[in-house]
């Protein structure tokens, strides 16, 4: 069993983006912005926002950090937005989700600029992933075909089971593994809650990924001999021997599974920093695209 190392996969990523930040600034280019906007106090949410404009400062990004009240109105978030859209000084923008219950977030993420959605939410850039064409790939579907890539895991002609179906991460998920070129070409099965045999369906999977947000749901009964075995899910759990109060959990009974997987990813330590890594990369991209637009255009 090998384990699929996040923190080192993410790391050599980071690594050619700080090379490539240094050919920008010996061309004297405008080096990458992000934009994030985190709406109330939510405290998972905190923690990933900052994961994000930490890296951002750790490849040479500049990052702006927007904070608004969990009582602020749609309107005054869709300004916000719009006001960014149109600042030539901003490549991209995340609204971190989940949003409160009274703003819809499909409203905030169809208002953010195609060019800028270095998530890859908005439908436009969602139409163009499912036609292959070039565009912003989530950053957690991404991350993982990354980390695939790095580890040269081998996806040609394999059967992928993919549970959970939601638009950020399970969906994408399934339609990039079976795409063509690599990392893909895989024969894909996705599965959400209301799949009948899902533990027979796991069990057939050559790469299974997990995405369904229920600790240590995958276990290992339902995971075939040498299975390549990607756990997306990260749910706090309470604990109070910890100083933060809580430890994180994975959608995989990592300890009695890894033994029967050829490859595992760790929780925390797997998925998570990849994502982060597809951000940045997403970022540059978008920042990278506006330099040949104007170029064009002038
Ligand atoms: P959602 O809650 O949006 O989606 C969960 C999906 O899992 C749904 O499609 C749901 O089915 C399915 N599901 C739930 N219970 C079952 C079950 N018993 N059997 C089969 N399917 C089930 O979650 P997300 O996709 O946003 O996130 C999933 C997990 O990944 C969470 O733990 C989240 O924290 C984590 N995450 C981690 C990231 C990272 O960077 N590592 C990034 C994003 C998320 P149905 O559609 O029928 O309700």
Redesign the pocket.
């Known amino acids: 069993m090998q384990i699929l190392n996040g923190k080192e996969a993410s790391q050599a990523i980071r690594d050619a983006l700080k090379l490539e930040m240094a050919q920008l600034a010996s061309r004297g280019e405008r080096v990458p912005h992000l934009v994030a906007i985190l709406v109330g106090n939510n405290g998972a949410s905190e923690t990933y926002v900052a994961s994000k404009v930490k890296a951002c400062e750790e490849v040479g990004f500049k990052s702006t950090l927007i904070r608004m009240e969990e009582a602020i109105s749609s309107f005054k978030l869709l300004d916000v937005i719009n006001d960014l859209n149109l600042d030539p000084d901003v490549d991209g923008i995340l609204v971190q989700l989940p949003l409160p219950n009274h703003i819809s977030a499909d409203e905030v993420i169809n208002s953010i600029e195609p060019e800028k959605d270095v998530d890859g939410f908005h439908p436009n850039n969602v139409g163009r992933m499912v036609l292959g064409q070039p565009t912003f790939i989530p950053a957690?579907p991404y991350?993982i075909l990354l980390l695939m890539e790095h580890y040269k895991i081998e996806t040609k002609g394999k059967h992928a089971v993919v549970?959970?179906?939601?638009n950020?991460?399970?969906r994408p998920m399934s339609i990039l593994l079976s795409g063509s070129g690599y990392p893909g070409n895989c024969t894909v099965t996705i599965?959400?809650?209301?799949?009948q045999n899902?533990e027979a369906i796991c069990s057939e999977a050559d790469i299974l990924i997990a995405?369904?947000?229920?600790p240590g749901?995958i276990k290992s009964h339902m995971v075939k001999k040498g299975a390549v075995v990607i756990d997306?899910?990260?749910?706090r759990i309470e604990d109070k021997n910890r100083k933060s109060g809580y430890r994180l959990s994975g959608?995989v009974d990592f300890e009695n599974v890894a033994p029967k997987a050829a490859f595992i990813t760790p929780v925390p330590g797997g998925?998570?920093p990849m994502?982060i890594a597809a951000l940045m990369k997403n970022t540059f991209k978008a920042c990278a695209m506006k330099h040949y637009y104007d170029e064009k255009e002038n």
Do not use: K, Q, Y
């Open positions: 957690t991350g549970v959970g179906r939601s950020i991460v399970g599965c959400h809650s209301n799949t899902l995405a369904l947000g229920r749901f997306v899910g990260i749910t959608d998925v998570g994502t």
